[in-house]
C-alpha cells in the first residue's frame, strides 16, 4: 500500500463524500482540493462556487486564498456579494459546504470565533477573550442555508469538547429533533466530520456526532480519548478505506503539485 | 469631484474619530490609501471592513483605531492577524472596541446604508451567539406568514475608499475581477474616495456602461495611484504579493519588529511612488513575477441607434 | 438543462394555471414566447410582469390569462394597452383579475423571491391608495429606531422567461444593455426558460465572467431564436419596431382587427422562423432598417495567473 | 415674437426651472426635451437618470420611450432595476423628477390609476373602472423620493379635481404642514405645475397649489374655469415668459428635429 499523508486521508475522504453532488461552496487549502479531485473522480458535474462570488472557476494554478484572482479569470459567473449570500446560498442554491473549526460540540455545533478569556460570564468572555479567533465570516449562514454541511478539522481535545466557548455557526442546536427548523433553518445542518484520525456522522434522530470510520491504524479508544464527551460509535465501525494509487497521483500530480497543502504532513 | 493626489484626498476627506470603510473583498485592497492615513497620524478611526486583512492590522498596529467593525479576520491562505489579535487580547498598542457580523450581516448593513432603509432582513444568526453579544441584530416576524428574520441597520460611513481599475476624469469607475460589496459602501458613505489604476478617457467608460459600478455623482476624490493595492492585487493589472503575505505573518507576531516595519515601509517612505521605488529595489523581478499574462474580454456590440 | 425548440420547452414547462413572468423591463421582451404559448393555447395563466406591454396585451387578447400582476400598464411611448382595458373594464374576451403594484414594489418581491426572504422592506405607498386595494402591501416598524416601511412578500412564478444575447450550451447567459429585473426573475422562478439570439461556445462566456447575469445552473431549457425579441428588441442585434408598436395602437382598438391580427400573425404561423419569412416578405428592408451599427466595448484585461 | 407652440412653451417653462439642478429623473416626450435643453442653457452639469437604469445618456436620436437602446449605447452607467430603485432613488440621489397626472388635486396628490367606475365604494370603482389608466410604474416612489418633483400635464377640467378618484402618488396630502415627515417622505414633494395654459406652484406653509403664472393671451378667470376648486392665485400674478429665439432653434433643430413630441401642436 502507497504512503499517504493525513491531510491526502483527509481530502480522499471528503471527496468521496461528495459522489453525486451537484454544488459545492468551497474554501481554500482541503476542501478546495478535496472538490477538485471530487471533480475528477465522483462528481465530475460538481460546480464550486467561491464565498468571493466566483461560479464555475477553472483556476490555472493551485489557489492560496479564496480571493485569488486565478478564480476569476475563466470562470463562468463573477457576482458581488449581495448577490452570492442573497440569492446563491439563502436563495437555497447551495447543496454542501465544508467548514473549518475551533471547537465542535457532540451536536455539530461550532465555534470559530473566542476562545476562553478573563472576565466572568459569557458576554464577558467574549470582549476580553484569551484568543481572538477569525469569527464568522459566511460561516453562520452557510451552517443555516447549505443543504449538507461537512465540517474538516483535526482531532483534538481542544477542538472536540463538551461545551463550545461560543456558537459560531450552529450545527444540531441541542440535538432536539426538528430543532432547526423550528428556527426557520432551510439545511440539514453537519452530515460529516472530516479528521486526520477518524470520521465522524451525525444521527438522523438525536442529531449527535458518532465515530463512523476510524483511519487505519487507530482504534476507537485513541479517538475518544480525544474527545471532550462520551462518544458513540457505530455497530460495526469501520476502517476508513485509504487513499487509492489514483487518488494519490491526481492530488499529487495535478491538484496540489508543489505540497502546499498536502506535503507538510499535515 | 476633483482628481487629486492621495496625499490630499485624505488629508481633506478622512478626520480623526471618522468611521472609515476600505473596501474589496479579498481584493483591490487599497494599502496606498491606508498607508498615508498612517503617515498623516489619524487617530480614533472606526475601521469597517468585512475582512480586515494585513490593511487594518498595520492600521491598528499604528494606533488609528478605537474600534473595528467586520465580519471577519484573517490572513487570506496564511493565518491570524497578530497585531489585531494583541489590540484585543492585550490592548497593545491600545485598546480595540469589535464589533462583529457575519459576512451576509455586513452585507445587509451595507446594502441597507445604500438603500436609506432602517433595516435590511436576513435569514441568519439562528441557533448562533452572535445576537447575545451585538445588539444591532435583532429579529423581527413578517406581517405574511409569521415568519421570523433577522434584521441588521444600515451602516454609513463617513467616508469610504475604494480601488479600482479605471474611471474617468469624472470618476465613473468601472471594475472587473472580484465585486465584493464596493458598490454599496460607495452608496452608502458620506464621502468617496476612489483610488484607480488608469484615469482613462470618458470614451472607455463609455463603450461599455454595464461595467460601470460606481457614477462619478458618489465620488469625491479620484486619486490615480498604479500599484495602490499592493501587496493586494489589481485584477488584470498585478497579482497578490503573497510572499508579502506569508513575511507580514513573521513580522507581526512581534510588536517591535511591526513598528519596525511601519517606520521603514511606512514613515519612512514619502508616498506610493517612494515605497514602490524601495520595492523594486529589494526586488527588481516586482514587475516581472507579478505581472499577468493577457486575457482579454470578448468585446460585445451595444450597437448604434441614430 | 437542455438546449430545445421554442416549441418544446414552453410544452414542458408551461401549463395551464402557471404563474408565468416573460420579463425584460421595455427591451429583450419575449414575443416568440408569447406567440407559442397563444398557439399551444395555454389558459389561465396568471401573467406577471412590471411593464405587461404588447405582449401580455396580445395573450390577454388570446385569451391566455386569468389574473395579471404589474405596475405600469402602457404601449411606451404610444399611449394605452386596448386589449387589457378591453378584459378590464368590460370583461372582453374574459375577465381579468389584476394585482397592481408601483414598479419599486414589484421589483422589491422579485427580490424578496430571489433572496427566499419572508418580506422585501422599501420607503414606498406612504399617503399613497395602493395599500388599500393590496392586501399583499404591508407596514412593519423598525426595531432599531421605530421607522415604518412598506414590506411586500416574495414573487416565485411557476416560470420565467428571459430573452438575452448570448449563452453558452451549459445556459451561462449574458446580457447587455438594460438589465431590468431579469436576475431577480430567474432566481425568484421554479423554472426558467432562456431564449437566445446566439448560443456561443463556453470560451466567449469564460473571456467575460462578469458579464454573466443568469448561471446555467438556473435554466431549465436554452432555446435558440433570433429575432425571439422582435417587434421588441436586444441590445447590439435589432432595434425596436417602433412602426409595428404604432400600428398595434390602431389595431388593438378594435376586438375584430385583434383577433384578425392574431389569426394572421401567430395562429397563422408556425413558428418564429415562419413569422419572421412572412415579415420580411411584407418589408424586405426589416433588417436593414432595424440593424444598428457597430458600438464594440473596449475589452479589459482579466489576466492569466497561472 | 416668434410663433410657438403650447409644447413648445410647456418645454421652455420647465427648462428654466431646472436652472442648477444636477440630478433629474426623467421620462421620454416633453419632460426628456425639456431636460435636453437644460442641458444646453440653464443647467449644463445636468445628470438625465432614465427608469429604465441608464445614467449619463447621450442618445444619437430623439429616444422613443425610456427603453429605447439609443439611451444605452454610449451612457456612462446602465444598472439593473434593484440599483436603480433602491440606491438612486430610495438612496436620496435624485433632485427632481418630472412626473405626469391624469387627475391631480389642490395639494398636488396624483392619479394614475383608475377613473370612476360602476360599483359604489372605493375599492369597487378600483375594480371596476370606468377607465384603467396605466398605474403607478415608479411615480409612487418618485413623488416619495425625489426632493423636488415637477408636474407636466394639459390643463382641463378633467385633469385639476376637487377630489381625486385614486390616489397613485402622493403630493402635500391634506396639506397639513410637515405631514410628508410625519409618513417618512424624504423628498419635498410637488413644486411646479406646467401646463399649456399656465403655471402652477405650491404654498410653502399650506401645501396649496396656486396660480404662479399665466402663459400670454390667457386670463387667470380662464384657468379657475378649467380648475375644479377655487383657485388662489399669486400675488402680482405674472405672465410666463415665452421661449426666446434660441431656445426654439435648439428644440426645432437639435432635440426634436423631426417635431415628434412639439409639432403637432399638443
Known amino acids: 500500500m502507497t504512503e499517504y499523508t493525513p491531510a491526502e486521508m483527509m481530502i480522499t475522504s471528503s471527496a468521496r463524500a461528495l459522489a453525486g453532488e451537484r454544488v459545492v461552496f468551497v474554501g481554500v487549502g482541503l476542501p478546495n482540493i478535496a472538490c477538485n479531485l471530487a471533480r475528477h473522480t465522483v462528481a465530475p458535474d460538481l460546480e464550486l462556487v467561491y464565498e468571493s462570488g466566483v461560479f464555475g472557476s477553472r483556476p490555472a494554478r493551485l489557489p492560496l486564498s479564496i480571493g485569488d484572482p486565478t478564480l476569476v479569470s475563466g470562470a463562468t459567473l463573477v457576482c458581488g456579494m449581495p448577490d452570492l449570500f442573497m440569492y446563491y446560498l439563502q436563495g437555497g442554491r447551495i447543496e454542501v459546504a465544508f467548514l473549518g473549526a475551533a471547537q465542535i460540540d457532540r451536536f455539530g455545533n461550532i465555534n470559530t470565533t473566542v476562545i476562553g478569556g478573563r472576565s466572568p460570564g459569557f458576554v464577558g468572555r467574549y470582549e476580553q477573550p484569551k484568543v481572538r479567533l477569525p469569527g464568522s465570516g459566511g460561516a453562520c449562514e452557510i451552517a443555516i442555508h447549505a443543504q449538507k454541511v461537512f465540517v474538516i478539522m483535526r482531532l483534538s481535545p481542544r477542538g472536540f469538547v463538551d461545551q463550545i466557548d461560543f456558537c459560531t455557526s450552529a450545527g444540531h442546536l441541542d440535538g432536539e429533533p426538528g430543532g432547526r427548523a423550528a428556527l426557520g433553518m432551510p439545511g440539514a445542518g453537519p452530515q460529516l466530520v472530516v479528521t486526520d484520525k477518524a470520521i465522524f456522522r451525525f444521527a438522523r434522530d438525536t442529531g449527535e456526532m458518532y465515530l463512523s470510520s476510524v483511519h487505519p491504524g487507530i482504534t476507537a479508544e485513541e479517538v475518544q480519548a480525544q474527545v471532550g464527551w462520551p462518544l458513540k460509535v457505530a455497530d460495526g465501525l469501520k476502517t476508513t478505506v485509504p487513499p487509492t494509487v489514483e487518488e494519490l497521483r491526481l492530488i499529487r500530480e495535478e491538484l496540489d503539485p508543489e505540497g502546499a497543502y498536502t506535503g507538510k504532513g499535515e | ?306
Not at chain 2, 447575545?132 to 413578517?142: A, D, G, L, R, Y
Not at chain 2, 467616508?159 to 468601472?174: K, L
Not at chain 2, 488608469?198 to 500599484?227: C, F, K, M, Q, Y
Open chain 2, 1 to 306: 469631484m476633483k482628481i487629486a493626489t492621495l496625499h490630499d484626498a485624505i488629508a481633506d476627506h478622512v478626520h480623526d474619530g471618522d468611521m472609515l470603510a476600505i473596501e474589496g473583498f479579498t481584493a483591490f485592497i487599497c494599502f496606498a490609501a491606508a498607508h498615508e492615513i498612517i503617515r498623516q497620524g489619524r487617530r480614533d478611526l472606526v475601521l469597517v471592513r468585512m475582512t480586515p486583512d494585513l490593511i487594518y492590522d498595520q492600521m491598528i498596529a499604528a494606533g488609528c483605531a478605537r474600534k473595528m467593525v467586520f465580519s471577519y479576520l484573517g490572513n487570506p491562505g496564511v493565518g491570524s492577524l497578530h497585531c489585531v489579535r494583541r489590540a484585543v487580547e492585550k490592548g497593545i498598542p491600545r485598546p480595540l472596541e469589535v464589533e462583529e457580523y457575519s459576512h451576509f450581516g455586513m452585507v445587509s448593513r451595507y446594502m441597507a446604508g445604500a438603500a436609506d432603509l432602517p433595516f435590511f432582513p436576513l435569514r441568519s444568526y439562528m441557533g448562533a451567539d452572535q445576537p447575545k453579544v451585538n445588539p444591532h441584530i435583532q429579529f423581527v416576524e413578517s406581517p405574511f406568514e409569521g415568519d421570523v428574520v433577522a434584521v441588521v441597520p444600515p451602516l454609513n460611513p463617513d467616508v469610504a475608499i475604494i480601488h479600482a481599475q479605471r474611471a474617468d476624469p469624472s470618476g465613473d469607475t468601472q471594475i472587473w475581477g472580484l465585486l465584493g460589496v464596493q458598490k454599496e459602501v460607495a452608496f452608502a458613505a458620506k464621502r468617496v474616495i476612489v483610488v484607480v489604476e488608469e484615469i482613462v478617457d470618458e470614451s472607455v467608460i463609455r463603450s461599455d456602461p454595464n461595467r460601470t459600478v460606481i457614477p462619478g455623482l458618489l465620488v469625491d476624490a479620484l486619486v490615480h495611484e498604479p500599484w495602490g493595492a499592493h501587496p493586494s492585487y489589481a485584477q488584470g493589472y498585478y497579482d497578490r504579493d503573497n510572499q508579502f503575505y506569508l513575511e507580514w505573518d513573521r513580522i507581526s507576531r512581534d510588536e517591535a519588529e511591526t513598528q519596525a516595519w511601519l517606520d521603514e515601509w511606512v514613515y519612512g517612505v514619502e508616498d506610493r511612488a517612494s515605497y514602490l521605488r524601495k520595492l523594486e529595489g529589494q526586488d527588481p523581478t516586482l514587475q516581472q513575477r507579478l505581472a499577468p499574462g493577457e486575457a482579454l474580454s470578448q468585446p460585445v456590440n451595444y450597437g448604434i441607434y441614430g
